[in-house]
């Protein structure tokens, strides 16, 4: 078994008041079923309470965010994810669902510094400003013509994923706007 | 560049999150049906200038189908609501009526 | 001579000179010049040429409204056509270029078309080119082409960047003047999110050039004090440079800020478009000075009488040293204030009013000023310049009257709201008699999502011409839009009194035809008062089909100056009144925004996502030649050096038959569907049985929409008792995982199924020829020997320390295994194959080997036998239909009776008489012609290819009865009219028996 490649390698872009970096590969389990049926399970797996809609729970390496009604993502180092998979089957067997393994599915990047909220505005029709979007919060939208997801992470910074085979069209589109001068339309004290 | 409310994830979804997916409450003919009947469902579509149900997808968010009653015409919406139904919900029903009276109903 | 004046000049500085040029010649302007104002400076009056009758046309506005002084600015990758010099800052090194106009504005040859200008009135071309026929497209079109052009295209890439960017405000104010300050003030008070946009680079709009006082100071006191309390809120946002280019559903509207048009390559974008939602837009964009009809208005330096004033006081310009005024209303009496102000001469206010004692009337008899009131301007002398005026009573016919001379004429036909923002999203009009313009009609506002106004406006926007009025209108609708009570009352307002205006719309208001013919409407595309009459005389009577007969407003200033006044000249031929009339309808945008804008960031590499598999970088390295397959970039093959690509294809079809070839076919949709009800979902969405599968097989499937149409097909794994994996067509994954969540979602939501899309999450490997398992037993840790892994099989394991699933499906009729791998690790695995196959030659293959392999054996592809009109059953694939099934996706539609006509078009092999390649898509034909008059066709080609095992061309397609017709021989037509022979054979060439695939 060789490592698990990110899909570009750690690619990293400065501009004037943003960085955008492309973080190596992450663990991820899609968890599909009832809410209510398999929140003793995720518990079990990662350690973390189940998110409300639209949240996600954070606490150290791990995550778990809400995707849809019936649908978490569950985030933790690459290695744990075969024991998380376990885990999950373990608690719900009988129970309706579904946990895959979608760890290599995405890219995940880093928007951090003072112009990281209008690195996404120029991008994504989501409200960014700080009163409409904060952290616990996972939002799925569109960045640019590709869907794609991002929280605010516990060091204040803004964590994006994407699907894999788009992962260098969502870094160049992300890199253009970091290099994009300032724009100043969020308060500055709010800046991540 | 409408914007609907997600009844799934309660986002105020932009139309460029969205897909649209055509007339809601189309009533499936499979096999047995009569040719009218099937007909009906392939191919006649109410298009109203006025109060219209109708199938949007938050493609670029939760990936839920839900239902929107829109005035085509106005764009007014008056409401938007979950997929698992095959009639509009009473209380969409009264919103309308409180602000279409004239409405006479689905067709 | 410089039109320069020594003193004063708002927005301007004295000590920081500009240099830049004008159709090569170098000039000197100021810092905050525009460029139309720098050109006045340097006596510049001729600006352009006119559209139709290349007539000379002079600078006539000072703003957005500005008809005539179109220009080229900028070089190279810089240059863009159409650009207006009221709105271009000036800046160091600005490069302007007339247009329309050869061999130069001075002199153009085409200005011989205004001496047969009586020969092209409205209609002309219609009426004239028509015939003969043939000439149009060869002769008529080309010519009035190349006349007609005005700016030309750039021919470099651009060297700028755009964007975008998303802001959602509770109030959104567009416009800067005095009406926007106080209602952003107003809204930004009460603690709403507010976002102020200005489309030109200052603030405070007329207000200080008309010497309005607020609160008992100057406005530009009130100006700053605004903007110094707007500026200190957190929850205030103000945009100078920044226009409302347009006002859409639901409180969408776009800001186009044109951020470094005036320090072009500073590094920062070019233009920002915003895309704003907003609960509430106040457009404050204040009102636009009407033109008067009279004969030889489009004379270079006559003028609206605003402008003049602009740029005296803002800019300290003359427009000319001695201007004639002529206004049917008061505000242009502060023209002729200003001008005196300024130490210019004004020898005649020319007022069509019978009389005229208002203060400013008086102020302007004290100062000096003669006005002649009840008189006219019947028409300008002068060609490239006004020389003139000859002056007449304003209700005669104009006969001979008296010449004055000037240089200058400043005229005022009174004010018109700029209403194109409320009027965008539906926002209805209505009509003053008193100030003849039509002004918005709150009663009939846009409304938004919940059926409720969205859109307001203010000040001058909403027909308030007084400045106290506008102060009033703007902070209570401030207030309104932020839902906020109205606060105090704003600071009072106060100009002079002015006497009620009269409507002007012919001047004189008898005029002869022949002054009519002069009497210009719209100054771009030279449509002129006899035009209008002439489109209404002959039928173009309704608004919309008379601005289309005539050109009127279709010049890229919209009609702004000409609107109104064409309206009315209708009305009149139509003895109806201007409001039967009504108006054309306002679309966005309200000037021309920037393709780059609207592009954004889709543009070069990020023109559109272009998806990219785990080995993508491999391909490039190999020097593949990549063809899109949807968003995918795919291998099509693999040239090696001096290599065509057909012999590459031909290379790589006879290494992968002849030993082993490898193929990245990771773009192959992989959907997990899950549940109890799994195999009742999926016996639903395919034409076969699926839950009779047995897990660890596979079983190939098609899949219909409800029209019974093939729609994609691939094959299906069980993975165990409720978990399939299900393979789709490369470009059809996204959309068949949409397809089962709708039908999961909508229809059958009480089944147990959950699906999730894993495409992205395998790269996939298919190893195929007959040493395929050669390859993968060298690479060891999974036993894929025929007992273990049967055809249409598969297995999980390791394979050289990979995870993986191994699927024995082929595609080719070769032994095939494809191996799915996490996508992390896909690259290295394909190294890891490629290093174990060498000894055996293994060889890389692209996506036309794989079509070629595939119509060798017969197997069809979705988009080249399908395009969907096309039902399983047409392609021979009845074998793939469930019998026994009560019902599947497309089912019923197959059961109607065109379905099951015998003479379907069906699917058959083609071979060519001489072995040659048929031509793609090449149809077969009949005898006779159809009831169009066309030759019958009887098939056509859907598959065409040079087989490289059989050295000769093959084909599928889809021909009437086919199947029925084996041995025959068609004629296949060519596009260069030949015919070519070939045979109706069995689809499948190669390996007919499948003895290859099953070892």
Not at chain 3, 524 to 553: M, W
Not at chain 3, 610 to 634: C, I, K, N, S
Not at chain 3, 643 to 649: C, G, K, T, W
Not at chain 3, 923 to 949: F, I, L
């Amino acid at each position: 078994m060789s490592e698990a490649r990110s899909p570009l390698g750690g690619a990293v872009c400065q501009g004037e008041g943003a960085k955008v970096e492309e973080l190596p590969a992450q663990g991820m389990v899609t968890l599909r079923g009832a809410m209510g049926d398999i929140a003793d399970a995720v518990t079990a797996a990662i350690g973390l309470s189940m998110p409300s809609q639209r949240e996600i729970v954070i606490a150290g390496d791990k995550a778990v965010a809400w995707m849809s009604p019936d649908e978490l993502l569950l985030l933790m180092p690459h290695a744990e994810v075969q024991a998380c998979l376990t885990t999950l089957s373990e608690r719900l067997d009988g129970t309706h669902h579904l946990a895959v393994d979608v760890s290599d599915a995405r890219a995940v990047f880093r928007i951090s510094g003072a112009g990281a909220r209008e690195v996404l505005a120029r991008l994504c029709p989501a409200d960014l400003s700080p009163a409409a979007f904060g952290p616990g919060e996972l939002r799925r939208t569109r960045l640019a013509q590709v869907p794609a997801a991002f929280w605010i992470d516990e060091a204040g910074a803004f964590r994006l994923i994407c699907f894999r085979s788009v992962a260098r069209y969502a870094f160049d589109v992300l890199c253009g706007a970091a290099r994009g001068a300032p724009v100043g339309f969020f308060p500055e004290s709010d800046a991540v | 560049m409408l914007t609907l409310k997600c009844p799934y994830c309660g986002i105020l979804c932009d139309e460029t999150e969205l897909a649209a997916g055509g007339e809601a409450h189309v009533k499936r003919a499979g096999p047995g049906s009569s040719d009218e009947a099937f007909e009906a469902y392939l191919f006649d579509r109410e298009n109203p200038m006025g109060v219209h149900f109708e199938r949007w997808r938050h493609a670029h968010g939760c990936g839920k189908w839900f239902l929107a009653a829109r005035d085509t015409v106005t764009m007014e919406v008056f409401g938007t609501y979950k997929a698992q139904t095959t009639e509009p919900p009473e209380e969409i029903v009264a919103a309308i009526r409180a602000r279409r009276p004239e409405w006479e109903g689905r067709a | 001579m410089s039109f320069r004046l020594d003193q004063g000049g708002r927005l301007i500085d004295r000590n920081a000179p500009l240099g830049f040029t004008f159709d090569t010649e170098p000039m000197q302007g100021l810092s905050g010049d525009t460029l139309a104002s720098a050109l006045l400076a340097n006596g510049q009056t001729l600006v352009n040429r006119s559209y139709k009758y290349h007539r000379p046309r002079g600078i006539v506005a000072s703003g957005a409204e500005e008809p005539n002084a179109l220009v080229g600015l900028g070089q190279g990758a810089r240059f863009e056509p159409d650009q207006r010099a009221t709105t271009t800052e000036l800046f160091n090194g600005l490069t302007a270029m007339s247009q329309n106009a050869w061999p130069s504005l001075g002199f153009d040859m085409l200005a011989v078309n205004q001496w047969v200008s009586s020969m092209m009135p409205a209609g002309f071309y219609y009426k004239t080119f028509i015939w003969p026929r043939p000439f149009w497209k060869r002769v008529y079109e080309p010519l009035i082409r190349e006349a007609a052009a005005s700016g030309l295209p750039p021919k470099e890439p651009d060297a700028d960047t755009y964007e975008h960017f998303y802001a959602h405000v509770d109030v959104l104010v567009v416009g800067g003047g005095i009406a926007g300050l106080q209602a952003a003030l107003t809204a930004g008070r009460s603690g709403a999110r507010v976002l102020l946009i200005e489309q030109t680079p200052h603030w405070g709009g007329r207000a200080p050039v008309d010497g309005v006082e607020i609160g008992g100071q100057p406005a530009d006191a009130w100006i700053a004090a605004s903007l110094s309390e707007l500026r200190g809120m957190d929850n205030v946002t103000l945009r100078a440079r920044c226009m409302g280019a347009g006002v859409y559903d639901h409180g969408f509207a776009l800001g186009y800020e044109r951020v470094s048009d005036h320090t072009p390559g500073d590094g920062r974008p070019r233009h920002r478009l915003w895309k704003i939602r907003a609960g509430h837009i106040v457009t404050a964009t204040g009102a636009i000075e009407r033109p008067l009809s009279f004969a030889g208005n489009d004379v270079p330096g006559v003028m609206l009488a605003s402008a003049v004033r602009d740029y005296v006081v803002n800019y300290d310009v003359a427009p000319g040293r001695r201007t004639v005024v002529v206004t049917n209303n008061d505000d242009a009496y502060r023209t002729a204030l200003a001008l005196i102000d300024a130490g210019l001469e004004v020898p005649l206010v020319v007022d069509p009013r019978e009389r005229n004692d208002g203060p400013l009337a008086r102020e302007c008899a004290r100062r000096g000023v003669q006005v002649e009131t009840g008189a006219a301007v019947m028409k300008v002398k002068g060609r490239q310049r006004v020389e003139g005026v000859m002056l007449c009573r304003a209700n005669g016919t104009g006969g001979a009257g008296a010449l004055l001379d000037c240089d200058c004429v400043a005229m005022s036909g009174g004010w018109s709201p700029v209403v194109h923002l409320w009027s965008h999203c539906g926002g209805k009009l209505q009509w003053s008699e008193e100030n003849a313009h039509f002004y918005p009609d709150a009663s009939r506002a846009p409304t938004g999502a919940d059926g409720e106004p969205f859109v307001s406006t203010a000040g001058a926007a909403s027909g308030f011409l007084r400045s106290g009025d506008v102060l009033t209108d703007a902070a209570s609708k401030g207030a309104a839009a932020a839902g906020a009570e109205a606060g105090e009352d704003p600071p009072a307002a106060t100009d002079l009194e002015e006497v009620p205006m009269q409507p002007v719309w012919v001047m004189p208001a008898q005029a002869l035809p022949e002054l009519q013919s002069k009497m210009f409407l719209d100054f771009q595309n030279d449509v002129k008062v006899s035009d209008v009459r002439l489109a209404a005389q002959e039928g173009y009577e309704s608004v919309e089909l008379a601005k289309r007969y005539t050109t009127l407003g279709m010049a890229n200033d919209q009609g702004k100056l000409s609107n109104i006044n064409g309206l009315a000249i209708l009305a009149k031929t139509r003895n109806e009144s201007i409001p039967q009339v009504g108006t054309t309808t306002f679309r966005p945008p309200y000037q021309p925004i920037s393709f780059g804008s609207i592009a954004g960031e889709a543009r070069g590499e990020t023109f559109q996502p272009l998806r990219r598999t785990p080995m993508y970088d491999w391909h490039e390295e190999q020097g593949a030649y990549m063809e899109p397959v949807g968003q995918w970039r795919r291998p099509y093959c693999y040239p090696k050096q001096g290599e065509s690509h057909a012999d590459a294809v031909s290379r790589e079809v006879m290494a992968t038959r002849g030993s082993v070839g490898l193929l990245d076919a990771s773009t192959l949709g992989k959907i997990v569907v899950k549940g109890p009800d799994a195999g009742r979902f999926l016996d639903m969405l395919y034409t076969n049985k699926m839950s009779s599968l047995k897990p660890g097989r596979c079983r190939y499937g098609l899949m219909c929409n409800e029209n019974g149409f093939l729609m994609d097909d691939g094959v299906v794994a069980r993975l165990d008792e409720d978990t399939f994996l299900c393979h789709t067509t490369s470009g059809g994954a996204d959309h068949v995982h949409g397809w089962m969540e709708d039908w999961l979602q909508c229809e059958w939501w009480d089944w147990k199924v959950y699906t999730a899309n894993l495409t992205e999450q395998y790269g996939q490997i298919a190893v195929v020829g007959p040493n395929a398992r050669a390859v993968l037993e060298k690479l060891g840790g999974l036993d894929v020997s025929k007992e273990a892994l049967p055809f249409m099989g598969w297995v999980e394991g390791e394979l050289a320390g990979f995870p993986v699933r191994v699927y024995r499906i082929s595609f080719s009729g070769e032994l095939s295994f494809e191996i799915a791998v996490p996508a992390g690790q896909a690259r290295a695995l394909w190294d890891k194959v490629l290093e174990a196959g060498r000894e055996v030659g293994i060889t890389p293959y692209g996506t036309e080997a794989l079509h070629v392999m595939r119509a060798e054996k017969g197997f069809i592809m979705i988009g080249d036998e399908t395009d969907g009109t096309v039902i399983p059953q047409d392609l021979g694939l009845d074998w793939a239909i469930s019998k026994k099934k009560d019902d599947y996706l497309g089912k019923r539609a197959q059961e109607r009776s065109h379905m099951s006509r015998p003479d379907r078009w069906k699917l058959v092999g083609i071979e060519t008489l001489d072995g040659s390649v048929l031509p793609d898509g090449a149809y077969a034909v009949g005898e006779g012609v159809n009831a169009n008059g066309q030759r019958v066709t009887v098939g056509r080609v859907t598959s065409t290819y040079r087989s490289p095992m059989l050295d000769r061309g093959i084909a599928m397609g889809l021909v009437e009865r086919g199947s029925e017709r084996m041995g025959e021989v068609l004629k296949l037509a060519t596009t260069d009219g030949r015919m070519i022979e070939a045979k109706i054979v069995e689809p499948v060439f190669y390996d007919p028996e499948g003895e290859k695939q099953d070892v």
